[in-house]
T-cell receptor, first 114, second 111 residues
Framework: DTEVTQTPKHLVMGMTNKKSLKCEQH?????MYWYKQKAKKPPELMFVYSYEKLSINESVPSRFSPECPNSSLLNLHLHALQPEDSALYLCASSLGQGNTDTQYFGPGTRLTVL | KNQVEQSPQSLIILEGKNCTLQCNYTVSPFSNLRWYKQDTGRGPVSLTIMTFSENTKSNGRYTATLDADTKQSSLHITASQLSDSASYICVVSPRDDKIIFGKGTRLHILP
């Protein structure tokens, strides 16, 4: 299995809703990432998990809450989001957190906040 | 300041033609450079990766070059196909810092 999967593909939510994005990989990768990508912009790093521990939080608002239940799964819990949070949310994984390791991206979740 | 600049911002070519995309960077110390292809609304897919000592890397009709002295890279696409329509992102990894994404080149292939 050489892919990163993300669910759901699309999500529409109101500002008072609570939802979660899910990411899964079975490549034995020990680093997992969440990125946010607005239209026609490059991905922006949000969080990095290394060996199931949060290693980087790029000053992301607390309405985004990551969780890594095990080495294959990465969740992003969403609560009280704003319309400007609408974007493509990408999950990625790599063998390790080192910069020599290629990051493999999932297909993304298209999030719309009403 | 570590930066990655890509040109052109967008490019339109006819199916079957070749094209070359450019990436200039000011990242130092340099670890490696990757080219990704991203279809609209999808995640980026890695095409090539090159370290300091590598000058060229091919992946099918995609050929990437790297000049570490001038800090320039190019991605050449041969005999373009409609499925090549996508954004191509240059990603540079410093040795001791997080990776840096270029803004991408949006390529449109017309039949």
């Amino acid at each position: 299995d050489t892919e990163v999967t993300q669910t759901p593909k699309h999500l529409v939510m109101g500002m008072t809703n609570k939802k979660s994005l899910k990411c899964e990989q079975h490549m034995g990768h020990r680093a997992m990432y969440w990125y946010k990508q607005k239209a026609k912009k490059p991905p922006e790093l949000m969080f990095v998990y290394s060996y199931e521990k949060l290693s980087i939080n790029e000053s992301v608002p607390s309405r985004f809450s990551p969780e890594c239940p095990n080495s294959s799964l990465l969740n992003l819990h969403l609560h009280a989001l704003q319309p400007e949070d609408s974007a493509l949310y990408l999950c990625a994984s790599s063998l390790g957190q080192g910069n020599t390791d290629t990051q493999y991206f999932g297909p993304g979740t298209r999030l719309t906040v009403l | 300041k570590n930066q990655v600049e890509q040109s052109p911002q967008s490019l339109i070519i006819l199916e079957g033609k070749n094209c070359t995309l450019q990436c200039n960077y000011t990242v130092s110390p340099f670890s490696n450079l990757r080219w990704y292809k991203q279809d609209t609304g999808r995640g980026p897919v890695s095409l090539t990766i090159m370290t300091f000592s590598e000058n060229t890397k091919s992946n099918g009709r995609y050929t990437a070059t790297l000049d570490a002295d001038t800090k320039q890279s190019s991605l050449h696409i041969t005999a373009s196909q409609l499925s090549d329509s996508a954004s191509y992102i240059c990603v540079v990894s410093p040795r001791d810092d997080k990776i840096i994404f270029g803004k991408g080149t949006r390529l449109h292939i017309l039949p």
